[in-house]
């Protein structure tokens, strides 16, 4: 099937940018940005389309999930701040977190939301949780010395002030190499920690083995899942004449909060203005917070979630660009402690017959930049939803394929590490950062 989708590439916005020299080479800058949907003209509010759909039955909800964007009219970028190109930059406010800049230039998709997936995703752009892809109270600096640049990121203010943690710190440290065969390699690593990030997500409903939402469909309780996340970022860029290949990896731990809620209904409203709190949930729906996803008292690990992507773009012309990317998502089994160090793509579902299930999708924009993009991924069990709930805002031709097994590589999926285990969750964890 075949139809018009927006924000394909980018969040529609709109805003101001500001520039004004003050003089001795310091100017003043500032930027107002606010994403918005161009079909209803909203601003940008993932977040409650969750809180929306609260109670309704899988099979009867409307598109929805997490994100930073939670209705602000500064919901893209709210900054004000000083510039020198000697001293660097400074800048307060509510602005994107190094890792979602970090996935903006090493990316080779640039972070499109209908092609990419650690676009379409927050998880990478914001270590870990969507929400920390931007942070409203927070102070940036950069600085250029030379051929190395430098950036460190403080997020000040937690949930009341309009923040998907209670706290966040970032680092970087970047540079360029000239002169390296005919191009230039760019290198950069960004080392991100955030206290009782928030996890956003609708749940509740009993699946059958494939993970299909069985039965009543209910409840869909809104819960908001709290972790202490850390990340590290590796990225490199080589550009000669009109190449560019880029590699990209990320190492995210989910940790227990530093801070979490244990008594009965009390809670935070989010980053959208909704109320969330312990242990409102109600047979058919309501709120909770889960502070014990990560706690070894729970019989629970720390999540360990690797991010590998490597891609190249060219420039046939200077408006017509080719990109072909890989990207790949590794992680532990956390839910039982025992099995913590093995790697979940060990316990990928499968049929009864001996096969593996596989999907090919095939992708292709048409606009001012010509971009067809061919992306093989495997069908993840924990991911299979009716397709009325994908939740992507664009269409694709999907083919299953299927792959001979051996015995030996069948996984029982009730064995010690339960099929919870396989959740990579990426669509849960939000919806463009």
């Known amino acids: 099937m075949w139809t018009i989708a927006p924000n394909g590439l980018s969040q529609s916005a709109i805003g101001i940018q500001i520039k004004e020299p003050i003089g001795a080479g310091w100017s003043f800058v500032a930027q107002l940005e606010a994403g918005f949907d161009p079909y209803s003209l909203e601003l940008a509010n993932s977040p409650h389309s969750e809180f929306r759909n609260i109670g309704i039955p899988v099979d009867a909800q409307s598109t929805n999930g997490d994100s930073s964007r939670g209705g602000q009219f500064y919901n893209s970028q709210g900054f004000v701040g000083v510039s020198s190109d000697t001293f660097g930059t400074l800048t307060v406010f509510r602005q994107n977190a190094l890792t979602w800049d970090g996935v903006l230039a090493y990316d080779p998709m640039g972070g499109a939301y209908a092609f990419s997936p650690i676009g379409f995703s927050g998880v990478t752009a914001g270590g870990g949780d969507t929400q920390n892809a931007k942070y409203s109270t927070s102070a940036k600096y950069r600085v250029n010395i030379g051929d190395f640049r430098l950036a460190a990121l403080w997020q000040f203010g937690g949930y009341e002030l309009n923040n998907g943690s209670r706290g966040a710190w970032e680092a970087q440290l970047g540079g360029d190499i000239h002169n390296l065969g005919p191009g230039v390699l760019s290198l950069d690593a960004i080392f991100d920690f955030e206290r009782d990030a928030v996890q956003l997500s609708l749940a509740g409903a009993p699946v059958n083995f494939e993970g299909t939402p069985i039965g009543t469909m209910l409840p869909q309780t809104m819960t908001a899942t709290l972790s202490n996340n850390t990340s590290v970022m590796a990225l490199a860029k080589y550009a000669v004449d009109r190449l560019k290949l880029y590699f990209g990896y990320e190492w995210i731990q989910f940790a227990p909060p530093s801070d979490p809620f244990t008594i009965p209904h009390t809670g935070f409203t989010n980053n959208a203005g909704d109320f969330v709190c312990f242990e409102c949930n109600t047979p058919t729906g309501g709120t909770n917070i889960n502070s014990t996803q990560y706690s070894a008292s729970a019989g629970f690990s720390d999540k360990i979630l690797q991010v590998v992507w490597f891609g190249a773009k060219y420039a046939i012309t200077d408006n017509l660009d080719i990109i072909g990317a890989y990207y790949h998502?590794?992680?532990?089994?956390?839910?039982?402690?025992?099995?913590?160090?093995?790697?979940?793509?060990?316990?990928?579902?499968?049929d009864g017959r001996g096969f593996r299930r596989y999907r090919l999708e095939v992708f292709a924009q048409v606009g001012y930049l010509h971009r067809y993009v061919f992306l093989a991924d495997e069908w993840w069990t924990r991911q299979r939803l009716?397709?009325?709930?994908?939740?992507?805002?664009?269409?694709?031709?999907?083919?299953?394929?299927?792959?001979?097994?051996?015995?030996?590589?069948?996984?029982?999926?009730?064995?010690?590490?339960?099929?919870?285990?396989?959740?990579?969750?990426?669509t849960s964890q939000g919806l463009r950062p």
Request: glycine fraction near 4%.
């Open 386 to 426: 009716p397709g009325s709930q994908q939740p992507r805002h664009h269409r694709w031709a999907s083919l299953p394929i299927l792959r001979r097994v051996a015995e030996s590589d069948h996984t029982s999926l009730e064995s010690g590490c339960t099929k919870r285990d396989l959740r990579t969750e990426l």
């Open 329 to 350: 998502y590794d992680q532990n089994r956390f839910t039982i402690a025992s099995c913590a160090n093995a790697p979940a793509r060990a316990m990928r579902g499968h």
